[in-house]
């Protein structure tokens, strides 16, 4: 089956109301949504509770999706109004924003860019937990929980230079996977996450 009859059965099955067609989208986009509204509230569990709500609202709406396309379109600006709504009613947690006015001057550009920012994360993640176990343990601990090489040491119980070596081999692994598929916007990205000391 090629990818575009399986969305065309996906968008169909959610149309119908099956179980299945929004378990896939769910698969399929839970990650992203929640890393790039994540990005928006800056707490991943107010996020999470976002994105399961958003897809609450997916499932309610599913008769008025045409394609896989709409679908996707939705859920991230569903996402987006949804981190808004959020910050405005919880001003006290809008430390990485100046003021108020500052979310009505996010424009679409930048909300497309936070989007892209996102689809190429979760591609990086996914290569990643393919990585050997020490290269990935040590890139989960550097770029996931942002760990500095002494305390990823410390907790992995080895070097610092077997910490940098490790690091630098699994930057290199990812390069090489994500060039074989000719996504060369991952490799720059790569290349600024690889600047990280």
Same mark, same amino acid.
């Given at each position: 089956?090629?990818?575009?009859?399986?969305?065309?059965?996906?968008?169909?099955?959610?149309?119908?109301?099956?179980?299945?067609?929004?378990?896939?989208?769910?698969d399929r986009y839970f990650t992203s949504l929640c890393h790039f509204a994540t990005?928006?509230?800056?707490?991943?569990?107010?996020?999470?509770?976002?994105?399961?709500?958003?897809?609450?609202?997916?499932?309610?709406?599913?008769?008025n999706f045409h394609s896989e396309q709409n679908i996707k379109s939705f859920l991230?600006?569903?996402?987006?109004?949804?981190?808004?709504?959020?910050?405005?009613?919880?001003?006290?947690?809008?430390?990485?924003? %100046?003021?108020?006015?500052? /979310?009505? #001057?996010?424009?679409?550009?930048? +909300? &497309? *860019?936070?989007?892209? =920012?996102?689809?190429?994360?979760?591609?990086?993640? %996914?290569?990643?937990?393919? /990585?050997? #176990?020490?290269?990935?343990?040590? +890139? &989960? *601990?550097?770029?996931? =929980?942002?760990?500095?090489?002494?305390?990823?040491?410390?907790?992995?119980?080895?070097?610092?230079s077997n910490v940098t070596s490790q690091r630098a081999r699994a930057i290199q692994?990812?390069?090489?996977?994500?060039?074989?598929?000719?996504?060369?916007?991952?490799?720059?990205?790569?290349?600024?996450?690889?600047?990280?000391?």
């Open positions: 089956m090629s990818i575009q009859s399986e969305n065309i059965d996906v968008v169909s099955g959610l149309r119908q109301g099956k179980n299945h067609a929004l378990t896939i989208l769910f990005r928006l509230v800056q707490d991943s569990e107010d996020a999470k509770d976002i994105v399961l709500v958003t897809f609450n609202k997916l499932w309610n709406s599913r008769e991230y600006i569903a996402v987006k109004n949804a981190c808004f709504d959020f910050l405005k009613v919880n001003g006290r947690r809008l430390a990485h924003h %100046e003021s108020f006015s500052t /979310l009505d #001057e996010i424009n679409e550009g930048d +909300f &497309e *860019l936070r989007q892209v =920012e996102t689809e190429l994360l979760r591609k990086i993640y %996914e290569e990643a937990a393919k /990585l050997p #176990e020490k290269c990935r343990k040590v +890139f &989960e *601990l550097t770029y996931l =929980e942002e760990l500095n090489s002494s305390e990823i040491a410390q907790q992995l119980n080895i070097s610092i692994l990812l390069k090489i996977a994500l060039l074989d598929q000719d996504l060369l916007f991952f490799y720059f990205l790569l290349l600024t996450l690889n600047r990280k000391v």
